[in-house]
């Protein structure tokens, strides 16, 4: 079983920076790809970034791809993204997950690939 737990979320400015942490527990998500996704109000689950089990692999979405930086520490079993010149467009609640399969070597876009996700950390970027 594994537990993931996002945490960073805050209020902050256009074109601030805010680093979000993914923390995981239970069994090691060393092996498995990790993804961030996000929510907007009224609007669905959109991909953000992944990363391979071994961090050979990213992918982002085209309306972060620059501002944001996905990255992994297996030794501490936690996971980032570091978001820079933030917008309020970003505005969401921000979700990590895991893939449902280890060893892909893959980042996948689509969350029906991924089978252990977190409870969400809200974050908020005001004009």
């Known amino acids: 079983q594994v537990q993931l737990v996002e945490s960073g979320g805050r209020l902050v400015q256009a074109g601030d920076s805010l680093r979000l942490s993914c923390s995981a527990s239970?069994?090691?998500?060393?092996?498995?790809?990790m993804g961030w996704f996000r929510q907007a109000p009224g609007k669905d689950r959109e991909f953000v970034a992944a990363?391979?089990?071994?961090?050979?692999?990213?992918n982002y979405a085209d309306s972060v791809k620059g501002r944001f930086t996905i990255s992994r520490e297996n030794a501490k079993k936690t996971v980032y993204v570091q978001m820079n010149s933030l917008k309020p467009e970003d505005t969401a609640v921000y979700y990590c997950?895991?893939?449902?399969?280890?060893?892909?070597?893959?980042?996948?876009?689509?969350?029906?690939?991924?089978?252990?996700w977190g409870q969400g950390t809200q974050v908020t970027v005001s004009s």
């Open positions: 997950a895991a893939e449902s399969s280890p060893y892909t070597g893959w980042a996948p876009r689509n969350s029906l690939l991924y089978g252990y």
């Open positions: 239970g069994r090691s998500i060393s092996d498995y790809g």
């Open positions: 990363i391979s089990w071994n961090g050979g692999t990213t």
